[in-house]
């Protein structure tokens, strides 16, 4: 997939992955990562493996995973790659069938939005199931990059030890670093904490003002605290705004971008370059997909800065559900390969005088997380969550509240003035109005989050019925 062949060749030599928790530790150059991959390749195939077999691939994010997973498709063959210890329930989710080409496509298109240069780091986070992952790691590794795989225990230290330059990871990700950043300046002197929180308050004004005072106060420190050097790159989802005002304070680069497990998953993302990096968006197309804004109810195409129903189309689109074609046939209702993502959001108007926003991408939320509230007002709640989660005392909020006048929340740990600090700014209809708090964190392992860190709100209200019941009852 990675073309190790001409890898070894051009840069042999030259480390490709380090495994620092393997027992022993591993660090294979990319000869020796090419021989490991033939080597595995050649036991397969003496087990019979051929071209479009079907290998179920159960690993935690390693080296040795990659080495199976590029012998499987050095044979012809797909793997289908979960986590050693997904729960049985996960094993009967629905599969999506991407092709070599979905990967290829992806592989040979990311360079519009990143050059990383030969022998710079990158540090492996996510697990080798999650396709944003995968998918930048084989771009990555086609430049020749180092990869380091790491684990979320030990995420803090190899931060330090192997600082990257460029970063893959989703947006919980970048909220723990926040979070852990907060914590740093608590601990600072009166003076630099003053100073440090004047400045975030001032946001935007201080971004601009940041080109001159770069480097000064405590920035520069805690800057370099965080460990990675040059680039994040983020996907999953939309950044909250605290999240983009803060890494731009630190002049700390981050693409964000949006895609899906059906489209390989890149659809769009932000480029590293200042005047196309522009946040509250997921940037702009890849080359080669087309994202149309419809009517979710006609799904005709709306006028561009509207919001709708986002469709894409590309050669980085699934072919479809492994054997469920009543599935693909609603994932595709639209016709004419066009694919239903199931966001909301909006394209920036063209020809805007001074805007560097034309074309790009602005998610607004879920079609099918939309709460309908009895007034009619449609409320987007991931919005609303994120700008919740920004207090150190809320843990998880997620909202209900359909068919109800006002929005309710199931809370883990909270301050009611944080709440109301969180949605001063907002619509009367887009307030919390009630909530209960949670005796426990909401979990991947108790199937109350997926593996990004997002709510699964149908489990979320199967769980907490009782409790959900409690918050309803007090919006009547």
């Not at 995420?155 to 330090?160: I, N, T, V, W």
């Not at 005072?213 to 420190?221: C, I, M, N, S």
């Not at 700008?387 to 199931?410: E, K, Y």
């Not at 909401?442 to 709100?457: A, H, I, N, Y």
């Amino acid at each position: 997939m990675c073309r190790w062949a001409s890898l070894a060749d051009a840069h042999g030599d030259k480390l490709a992955a380090i495994d620092p928790h393997q027992s022993p530790a591993t660090k294979l150059t990319f000869l020796e990562l090419e021989s490991q991959i033939i080597q595995f390749a050649a036991g397969l195939r003496a087990l019979s493996l051929k071209p479009g077999d079907k290998v179920a691939l159960f690993s935690e994010n390693s080296s040795r995973w990659l080495v199976a997973d590029q012998a499987v498709m050095t044979l012809g063959a797909a793997d289908a790659v979960r986590g050693a210890s997904s729960p049985a329930e996960e094993m009967a989710y629905i599969g999506v069938m991407l092709t070599h080409g979905n990967l290829k496509y992806q592989m040979d298109n990311l360079s519009f939005f990143l050059k990383p240069k030969p022998g710079e780091r990158s540090l492996s986070l996510l697990p080798p199931w999650h396709i944003y992952e995968r998918s930048c790691g084989y771009y990555l590794f086609s430049r020749a990059c180092t990869q380091v795989y790491t684990n979320i225990r030990k995420f803090r230290e190899d931060l330090s030890a192997y600082p990257p330059h460029h970063f893959v990871c989703v947006p919980m990700v970048l909220d723990t670093l926040y979070g852990r950043v907060q914590q740093q300046i608590k601990k600072s002197s009166l003076v630099k904490r003053t100073i440090a929180r004047l400045f975030f308050a001032i946001g935007a004004a201080y971004i601009r003002a940041r080109r001159i005072l770069d480097g000064v106060l405590v920035f520069g420190k805690i800057r370099a605290a965080l460990g990675i050097m040059s680039t994040v790159i983020s996907g999953g989802g939309s950044l909250a705004r605290h999240l983009d005002d803060f890494y731009e304070t630190l002049a700390l680069p981050v693409l964000n971008g949006w895609g899906l497990t059906e489209t390989s998953p890149v659809l769009s993302c932000r480029r590293d370059a200042t005047r196309e990096n522009v946040r509250g968006s997921v940037g702009l197309p890849i080359p080669g997909t087309v994202v149309r804004v419809v009517d979710p109810e006609t799904l005709r195409p709306v006028p561009e800065g509207q919001q709708g129903l986002l469709l894409a189309k590309g050669p980085g689109v699934m072919k479809g559900y492994f054997n469920d074609e009543a599935a693909t046939a609603k994932a595709f209702v639209a016709g004419d390969g066009w694919f239903d993502t199931g966001d909301l959001g909006w394209r920036a108007p063209t020809g805007v005088a001074g805007s560097n926003m034309a074309g790009h991408i602005v998610l607004t939320g879920r079609a099918k997380d939309t709460i309908v509230l009895s007034s009619g007002e449609n409320v987007e709640p991931a919005p609303i969550e994120d700008a919740c989660a920004v207090s150190p005392f809320i843990q998880h909020l997620v909202l209900v509240g359909q068919d109800h006048r006002m929005l309710g929340a199931l809370v883990r740990a909270v301050i009611r003035a944080e709440i109301n600090k969180a949605c001063a700014s907002r619509p009367h209809f887009e307030r919390v109005a009630a909530f209960t708090v949670l005796q426990e964190p909401l979990s991947v392992e108790g199937g109350t989050l997926t593996r990004t860190f997002k709510p699964r709100r149908p489990a979320i209200h199967a769980k907490y019925a009782r409790e959900v019941a409690d918050v309803l009852s007090k919006l009547r």
